[in-house]
């Protein structure tokens, strides 16, 4: 019996352990774009940095517990301060490192409803999560679109409307010709629609066809997770969403259940072959969510 309790207890500190590590292996790798262009790839959403002269410029800040080793790779970029934070919805991964960024002295812009949804508390994934402290929350807001001038760049900061959440930004620095989308998209894979913060299907094919009008072939994209595209890619990708979106409402026509359009996988199997559904967002999860909101109208 004793051997069992001494067994139990270590494997109870293994994983302990093995947590703290996990924390401790996390990596921040920049991958550089342009001259003044970098992102940064750790856990959670995708970092954009913009330097120069003037300063740095952020686009979302992942995890609070990663934020000193966010700083550290920043300093090896340039050693100007973060002098603007912008958060390009209000999930946790994007926007959990605020309060300490907010500290460092960087001045944080976002779309006036994540600072909404920040401030209060909120249920995501069945999972509630209490109201961000007032030093996280955003200190200047917008409602549609604002320009940001900084480093020689026109920053365009455009929202677009119910996609991923209700409060999500599009950064497209003017010059340089890169667009960070955070996460309405999701390169390669089914994206997370969040229907409990005003998220849509609609929204977000909207969203690409937004972005699509504004680059060209040249323009490098910044997704909110994976990997860097561009133009050819996100046109797939919203081919993809139009593609589902008017199969499941086929679906929806015929008179079939969420529970029945979720069991299809007929739905998307040309996307599921190409393992668009084996990452965060399954294919019954993609079926399902896109039934939920071309029905919630």
């Known amino acids: ?15 302990v352990f093995s947590s703290f590590a996990q924390k401790r292996e996390v990596k921040i790798e920049p991958t550089k774009i342009t001259e003044n262009i970098y992102m940064l790839k750790g856990q959670g959403g995708n970092i954009g940095l913009f330097v120069g002269e003037d300063g740095a410029f952020m686009i979302d800040d992942q995890f609070a517990h990663l934020t000193p080793k966010i700083l550290k790779a920043i300093k090896k970029i340039t050693d100007k301060p973060v002098k603007y934070l912008i958060n390009t919805h209000w999930h946790g991964d994007h926007t959990g490192g ?95 629609i969040d229907l409990t913060s005003g998220g849509s299907i609609e929204g977000y094919i909207a969203s690409a066809e937004k972005a699509l009008l504004m680059i060209d072939d040249t323009t490098v994209i910044i997704p909110g997770h994976r990997e860097i595209s561009n133009k050819n890619e ?14 499941v409402q086929n679906k929806i026509n015929e008179g079939k259940t969420v529970e029945e359009v979720k069991k ?34």
């Not at 006036?112 to 955003?138: D, F, H, I, W, Y």
């Not at 807001?141 to 900061?157: A, K, R, S």
């Open 98 to 192: 605020n309060q300490n960024m907010s500290k460092e002295g960087a001045v944080i812009i976002s779309h006036k409803n994540v600072r909404k949804r920040m401030g209060m508390e909120s249920v995501v994934r069945g999972k509630t999560k209490p109201a961000s402290p007032k030093e996280a929350l955003p200190v200047i807001t917008f409602t549609e679109d604002m320009m940001v001038h900084f480093n020689g760049e026109d920053v365009l900061i455009s929202h677009v409307h119910d996609a991923h959440t209700d409060g999500d930004a599009h950064i497209y620095f003017t010059k340089n010709n890169v667009l960070h989308m955070g996460d309405t998209y999701f390169q390669g894979k089914y994206p997370y």
């Open 264 to 297: 299809d996988t007929s739905i998307t199997k040309e996307y599921d072959d190409k393992k668009y559904g084996d990452w965060f967002i399954t294919s019954e999860g993609i079926r399902e969510t896109i039934y939920k909101s071309l029905t919630s109208k």
């Open 1 to 15: 019996m004793k051997l069992i309790k001494k067994v139990s207890f270590f494997f109870l500190l293994t994983g």
């Open 234 to 247: 996100l046109l797939a990708y919203k081919n993809m969403l139009v593609t589902l979106r008017d199969r």
